[in-house]
């Protein structure tokens, strides 16, 4: 299975920035999205931002315009910049890798044990 294990997690003020990554122990060239989610404290877990293995990216509302993702088959890496930072940015981010179980329109996910973003002033 592909193990993944994310960092770059810290503290940062409102309106700063952070560049949490992921790093997948196996290929990622293979797989369909590449994905960030985070939970926040009493929530539930959230999609952040998926990018698939064609470059297509897609965005929570909520982070549109301040964050991106991307993804290096190469490294087998998959970032998250995050700018302009705000309070309820705050939580737990996991780095997510979906892929499909086919035939069929069915999929399979591997989870990261996840890094912890705090935005305060």
């Known amino acids: 299975q592909v193990r993944l294990v994310e960092s770059g997690g810290g503290s940062v003020q409102p309106g700063g920035s952070l560049r949490v990554s992921c790093q997948a122990s196996?290929?990622?060239?293979?797989?369909?999205?590449m994905g960030w989610y985070r939970q926040a404290p009493g929530k539930e877990r959230e999609l952040v931002a998926t990018?698939?293995?064609?470059?297509?990216?897609n965005y929570a509302d909520s982070v549109k315009g301040r964050f991106t993702i991307s993804r290096d088959n190469r490294k087998n890496t998959v970032d998250l910049q995050m700018d302009s930072l705000k309070a309820e940015d705050t939580g737990v981010y996991y780095c997510?890798?979906?892929?499909?179980?086919?035939?069929?329109?069915?999929?399979?996910?591997?989870w990261g044990k996840g890094t912890l973003v705090t935005v305060s002033s």
């Open positions: 196996g290929s990622i060239v293979s797989i369909n999205y």
């Open positions: 990018v698939s293995s064609t470059g297509t990216t």
């Open positions: 997510n890798a979906r892929y499909g179980l086919g035939p069929g329109p069915r999929w399979g996910d591997y």
